[in-house]
Structure formats: C-alpha cells, structure tokens
C-alpha cells in the first residue's frame, strides 16, 4: 500500500463515528470522531450501542471481515473489532457505515492493554482470527493465546465467557490447546482440526478473512476451538 493511500485512510478514520483509538500504550486512553478524548470502559452499551445487547470482540481482525459480517448476521448483539493498525480497520469501519451496521465498531489499539478499555464482564464472547504465531519460542509471550493473554481476556470477559479461534498452523493451535487444557478455569468445548472437511457445526465458521482465503488457496485445513474462560 503506497503511504499516500495510508495517510489518506488515516484522515478518514478520525471522522468515522465507529472508531476509537490509542496513541499511547504507555498511558492508555481513547479518542474518538476528530479526535476527542472519549472514556468507554464501562460505558460501550450506554454510549455507543445504545442497547444492552452482548459485546463480542474479534482481536487482530485486520480489515474486520468477521466483525462486519458477525454483525450482519447477529443484529441482536454487538460486535468490536480491535486491531494495532489503523489502515487496516479502515476498511472494515467504512463498510460498516456504508451498510448502516451500528451494531459494529472498531477499536485500534494493543491487545495487550485491553482492560483498559473494558470493565469486568463487560465482553460475552472472543473471536481470535488467524492471528500471527509467532513461531519462535523465544516470542511465545506474543501469542495472543499464550497465558498472559488468556489473564487480560478474564479481566474482561463474563464469567464463562466463550473464546473461538480460528487457525491454519497446526503447531500454534496444538499450542492453544495445550494453554486451555492446562489452565483449570478454562473449558474445552469443540475442537476440528479441518472444519471443511464436513458439514460446518456452527454457520459462523463459513466466514473467511483475507488470510483464510490465502490458506485454503495454498490447500491448508482451517481448525477450529471453543472455550470458556471462567
């Protein structure tokens, strides 16, 4: 992507009602259209849903294939999509405008400091969609499954709260399981290691990201986890 076409989806996104944003991990908080400073921990029903529906949270959705298309199949519930790049979030944010979803917003900032922008039991549900693996034992802490995740999606998530990932490396989701299976307050409840290769269980799992698109392309199985966190 050339930086003009960058720079100019940057100026878009400060207008788009649906998208909020942290500059600043070190001292996290939010702006929201034109940059005005917004406090929405707590506060995500209330002041942007407007309805008290549950909250699922896609985490490094990129361009926000599942949080646009989770809205526009569940307008009963609202929908979040959170990744660290703006341009990326863009796209999924602007074709949630076009279509009049209002049951979808956008969030850019670091996982890492999610709690900050979420009170306890305020999320119901977690979709984590082909994030990186970061392969490198020396890089598990990056994993958005590793321990350390799983503790601030608790912070946030309503107890028993479901978590779903889907993934095209074998190694990365074996990791996954093996985190869920080792931690006592975490429930295994669907595991597919190749979620095409019958019938899908859930309808949901039919919604594919750019990169899931690439993987299946290449002859890649796609697999699939649900759990509680509790």
Not at 213 to 228: D, E, M, N, S, V
Request: hydrophobic residues 40%.
């Amino acid at each position: 992507m050339s930086r003009k076409n960058k720079l100019r989806k940057f100026a878009e996104i400060v207008s788009f009602p649906n998208v909020y944003e942290c500059y600043n991990v070190q001292e996290p908080a939010l702006v929201g259209v034109n940059m005005t400073p917004v406090e929405m921990k707590g506060a995500w029903h209330r002041d942007h849903f407007k309805n008290e529906h549950p909250i699922t949270l896609e985490l490094a959705c990129g361009g926000g294939e599942y949080t646009v298309d989770l809205a526009r199949r569940f307008p009963d519930r609202n929908f979040i999509g959170i990744d660290v790049k703006g341009n990326r979030l863009w796209a999924g944010a602007r074709t949630a405008l076009t279509e009049g979803l209002h049951n979808a917003a956008f969030l850019r900032t670091r996982i890492e400091v999610i709690a900050s922008f979420f009170a306890p039991g305020e999320v119901s549900e977690l979709w984590i969609t082909f994030p990186d693996p970061f392969p490198r034992e020396s890089q598990e802490n990056r994993r958005l499954m590793a321990p350390m995740f799983l503790e601030r999606y608790r912070e946030i998530l309503k107890p028993g709260g479901l978590l779903h990932l889907k993934h095209d490396d074998a190694v990365f989701f074996q990791y996954s399981l093996q985190v869920i299976n080792s931690d006592a307050r975490c429930t295994l409840l669907y595991q597919n290691e190749n979620i095409y290769a019958s019938p899908l269980l859930y309808p949901e799992l039919g919604i594919q990201t750019l990169y899931e698109g690439k993987h299946l392309a290449a002859g890649k199985t796609i697999k699939y986890l649900r759990c509680t966190i509790s």
